[in-house]
């Protein structure tokens, strides 16, 4: 009897979110699993993760992963001293054979990439650092 994978549930529920989908049902075999979502943040309202490391210097703002999955590079890699816009595609994480940009939320210079590319990347893990 086939089961559903609690690791395709999250990438469901993922996809789902980022997309403004407002229910997720999914199904095999005799097993489902449906879900309704509360509406998020408005998409016209970006919001940046801040780091501060106790210096004088300006907060060092970061990029992000968006999913559970395996870092690879975008056609315009992440490189110290290459400047990011709000929403340019900075990298794309792979989970279930599946490619999803990431989008930068900040606009600045990478000061540092934390991530090698096959590298395994968690939910909300800092891909690189940038300063604005």
């Known amino acids: 009897?086939?089961?559903?994978?609690?690791?395709?549930?999250?990438?469901?529920?993922?996809?789902?979110?980022?997309?403004?989908?407002?229910?997720?049902?999914?199904g095999i075999g005799d097993n489902s699993f449906s879900a309704k979502l509360d509406p998020g943040p408005k998409k016209g309202k970006k919001q940046a993760s801040c780091d501060m490391d106790g210096t004088s210097e300006p907060a060092a703002l970061t990029i992000t992963s968006t999913l559970v999955g395996y870092y690879r590079e975008a056609k315009?890699?992440?490189?110290?001293?290459?400047?990011?816009?709000?929403?340019?595609v900075v990298a794309v994480?792979?989970?279930?054979?599946?490619?999803?940009?990431v989008e930068s939320k900040v606009t600045g210079e990478v000061v540092e990439v934390l991530v090698q590319?096959?590298?395994?990347?968690?939910?909300?893990?800092v891909l690189a650092k940038v300063k604005a």
């Not at 549930?9 to 049902?25: K, N, P, S």
């Not at 490189?79 to 990011?84: L, T």
């Not at 994480?93 to 940009?101: E, F, I, K, S, Y």
């Not at 590319?117 to 893990?125: D, L, T």
């Open 1 to 26: 009897m086939a089961q559903l994978d609690p690791k395709l549930v999250r990438h469901a529920l993922t996809v789902a979110r980022q997309h403004g989908f407002a229910e997720v049902e999914l």
């Open 76 to 88: 315009q890699p992440l490189k110290v001293g290459a400047n990011v816009e709000a929403g340019e």
């Open 93 to 101: 994480v792979t989970a279930l054979g599946l490619a999803n940009d």
């Open 117 to 125: 590319p096959g590298q395994a990347v968690e939910y909300g893990q």
